[in-house]
């Protein structure tokens, strides 16, 4: 696909962008491996921590900027944007306050001698990003690896060229020197290529699961360790005992967050069938409370879907969902008269296990309604997914919230609350969903050899 910037509020083509050919490509890895061979990579960890320090400097200056080409690139309301450039300066603080206690050395008391554990970089990392967030999957590959010593090199999605190019700017004025983080527009062929090259230790992707298993299998098959962040159809499970205002309120924003195209978004809503009618009513008036607009406008409650591919995609879903048998309760369509990627707010409920919806993550705002008549019932339906990301559940009663949480198979899970993301917390998945974990003090050691060092005997 070309990169190109479209508005997707719009439609309208901004600027189209030059792909990098194989000697430029080749060029940039040769960077890369020659700066993680440096002083830099394999030296004091300061320099790399003060880049990190000064890169959230800069993304916290340059807010309402870095906002607003998130905003015009690929239709995420301002206000959401914003809150990704926070939460993007807040990553690269975090390592930089943190990453020095997390990679220190760990003393192993061994009849053998004196030993300890090391952190060393293991070399380039190849990451595939998507266009959902387009600074935050950045951020969340780059801070760790940056401050563990690793070379980075991105394909970024096609569709947020911009905010690419953008980083990598930011990561130059920060003092990142050339190789630490570099941009690729490049093919799915060279990505391949790039995976098999030796100078290359190891592959990030958040994507699709198509994507994943290709990317997986390619770097398995060079022996090369792999992390993967993939898709998600995240349950928000409303029990009887459960504050239904507040869970109808939140379970609306987090099913058309960002319009509903969020791995971690709400979309499988499985609620007690005391509470379904009263809850499925006031969640309904929730979605049609909705505006959709020009994102830019702080009155505009529902965006635009990032592409007219995902308009025709999500349409099609939704079409065949109805057509195999679930009921369309509010909304279904795309909005008419309208020049933008625009789909209502939808909800469907009847879904039943043989419909191809009962297992397909929609990328977008569609809720699917499912009603249980216990917690054994919830349980059974919550884990008859083939993904595991996150999820939410809502209840007054913690213990039972404590017990329902260690039998949901799920790599994250949130009670009274949407499903959230902080620098501190793990962040990935089991099942379809992918493994690896990324934040927190676990994201820093996928990408690091952690070396035994053994002082047996005296010298």
Same mark, same amino acid.
């Given at each position: 696909m070309p990169y190109q910037t479209i508005n997707p509020f719009n439609n309208q083509l901004i600027k189209e962008y030059q792909t990098h050919n194989d000697e430029q490509v080749e060029q940039a890895l040769a960077t890369a491996h020659q700066l993680y061979k440096s002083d830099w990579a394999q030296g004091e960890m300061q320099p790399r921590l003060q880049v990190l320090h000064k890169l959230a400097e800069l993304m916290t200056s340059r807010s309402e900027e870095l906002a607003k080409g998130i905003t015009v690139e690929m239709g995420k309301l301002i206000e959401q944007s914003? #809150?990704?450039?926070?939460?993007?300066?807040?990553? /690269? %603080?975090?390592?930089?306050?943190? @990453?020095?206690? +997390?990679? *220190?050395?760990?003393?192993?008391?061994?009849?053998?001698?004196?030993?300890?554990?090391?952190?060393?970089?293991?070399?380039?990392?190849?990451?595939?990003?998507?266009?959902?967030?387009?600074?935050?999957?950045?951020?969340?590959?780059?801070?760790?690896?940056?401050? #563990?010593?690793?070379?980075?090199?991105?394909?970024? /999605? %096609?569709?947020?060229?911009?905010? @690419?190019?953008? +980083?990598? *700017?930011?990561?130059?004025?920060?003092?990142?020197?050339?190789?630490?983080?570099?941009?690729?527009?490049?093919?799915?062929?060279?990505?391949?290529?790039?995976?098999?090259?030796?100078?290359?230790?190891?592959?990030?992707l958040t994507g699709s699961e198509k994507a994943g298993a290709v990317v997986a299998a390619r770097a398995a098959g060079k022996l090369k360790k792999s992390t993967l962040e993939l898709g998600g159809n995240d349950i928000f499970a409303v029990l009887d005992d459960a504050d239904i205002d507040h869970a109808a309120k939140v379970g609306a924003q987090?099913?058309?967050?960002?319009?509903?195209?969020?791995?971690?978004?709400?979309?499988?809503?499985?609620?007690?069938?005391?509470?379904?009618?009263?809850?499925?009513?006031?969640?309904?008036?929730?979605?049609?409370?909705?505006?959709?607009?020009?994102?830019?406008?702080?009155?505009t409650t529902l965006g635009p879907l990032s592409s007219a591919q995902a308009l025709k995609t999500l349409s099609k879903q939704v079409s065949e969902a109805v057509k195999q048998g679930a009921k369309l309760h509010y909304g279904g369509s795309a909005v008419a008269n309208n020049a933008g990627n625009f789909f209502e707010a939808t909800i469907l409920t009847g879904i039943t296990r043989d419909n191809p919806a009962y297992f397909a993550e929609f990328f977008g705002p569609v809720a699917q309604i499912y009603v249980v008549e216990n917690d054994e019932q919830l349980v059974e339906l919550a884990n008859d997914s083939h993904y595991g990301l996150g999820g939410a559940l809502f209840t007054r009663d913690l213990a039972r919230a404590r017990r329902l949480a260690s039998k949901i198979e799920t790599g994250m899970l949130y009670v009274n609350s949407a499903t959230d993301t902080a620098p501190e917390l793990p962040f990935g998945g089991v099942k379809r969903s992918g493994f690896g974990r990324e934040l927190s003090d676990l994201g820093i050691k996928e990408f690091v050899n952690q070396k035994l060092v053994v002082l047996a005997g005296k010298s």
């Open positions: 914003r #809150a990704e450039i926070k939460i993007c300066a807040a990553i /690269a %603080s975090y390592y930089a306050d943190n @990453a020095a206690e +997390f990679l *220190k050395p760990v003393p192993y008391p061994s009849s053998l001698g004196e030993a300890w554990v090391e952190h060393h970089p293991i070399g380039v990392i190849m990451a595939v990003e998507p266009w959902n967030f387009p600074y935050y999957q950045l951020m969340r590959v780059l801070a760790p690896n940056l401050a #563990a010593g690793n070379s980075v090199m991105v394909k970024h /999605a %096609s569709i947020v060229p911009h905010c @690419a190019e953008t +980083f990598e *700017k930011l990561l130059s004025e920060a003092g990142a020197p050339k190789g630490a983080y570099t941009n690729l527009f490049i093919s799915q062929d060279q990505v391949a290529a790039l995976i098999d090259d030796d100078r290359v230790q190891g592959v990030a987090a099913r058309i967050a960002n319009a509903g195209q969020v791995c971690t978004a709400a979309k499988r809503f499985i609620v007690h069938q005391k509470v379904a009618d009263e809850f499925l009513k006031k969640f309904t008036q929730h979605f049609s409370e909705l505006k959709t607009g020009d994102p830019l406008d702080s009155n």
